[in-house]
């Protein structure tokens, strides 16, 4: 079974770009969720799709957001990045009461 | 509100000794609860989980967990730390119908 796939796999934009992070779950999954972590810190959640829609989402400004697609893989957009927006987003996809994470996308701002 | 503490950001051991690594939780109702481990520069890895049942849960690696219910606590061991379970250990809940929540991470150093 494939696991959750994330690309690209590292980033590099400017202040004031915008990034699209893309992720692929296990076949089956319909739930995709993102987390932010900055270098030192734990896990923030970020957003939750579910079967399309978004179910929840963190404490997070409106620059991010995202989507999920009729196939359930889904997009993270991060729009007038700031320096702090540096950090590993890790897509995971879920299955009942368990998540699998990808390996993340290596995400700097400069 | 939700809540998973890991009281120690790092944890010190040396090889051949048990390690624990602690968590505590503040949920409504019975969450499940998870432990998840993550390596320099990649995602985080399945350990373990508790649904129900033997308050001991055996995972991968040879890593166990100890639920007690009364002191909402989900404590991470193992018996024979390696080097190589050098890395950070993230405790997580999954309050039924909710969002995961996640601890803030205690980073495990096992030395030679």
């Known amino acids: 079974e494939a696991g959750v796939t994330q690309s690209p796999t590292h980033l590099i934009k400017t202040r004031g770009q915008q990034a699209t992070l893309r992720c692929s779950p296990i076949?089956?999954?319909?739930?995709v969720y993102w987390y932010q972590q900055a270098l030192g810190l734990g896990l923030q959640f970020l957003l939750w799709y579910d079967e399309g829609e978004e179910r929840n989402r963190g404490n997070f400004p409106p620059r991010f957001s995202g989507r999920q697609f009729p196939n359930y893989s889904s997009e993270l957009n991060v729009n007038a990045l700031e320096l702090e927006d540096s950090a590993l987003y890790l897509c995971?996809?879920?299955?009942?009461?368990?998540?699998?994470f990808g390996p993340g996308t290596r995400l700097t701002v400069l | 509100a939700q809540s998973v503490a890991q009281p120690e950001d790092q944890v010190n051991v040396a090889e051949g000794n048990p390690l624990t690594v602690k968590c505590t939780y503040s949920v409504s109702g019975n969450p499940y609860l998870f432990w998840y481990v993550q390596y320099p520069n990649r995602g985080l890895q399945f350990l373990l989980k508790y649904i129900t049942g033997d308050n001991l849960v055996k995972g991968s690696y040879g890593f166990e967990a100890e639920f007690n219910k009364s002191q909402t606590s989900f404590h991470l061991k193992k018996p024979s730390a390696l080097v190589s379970d050098s890395a950070l250990y993230f405790c997580a809940v999954f309050p039924y119908g909710q969002n995961f929540v996640f601890g803030p991470g205690t980073r495990l150093s096992v030395l030679p």
């Open positions: 076949s089956g999954h319909t739930s």
């Open positions: 995971a996809s879920s299955r009942v009461h368990e998540q699998f």
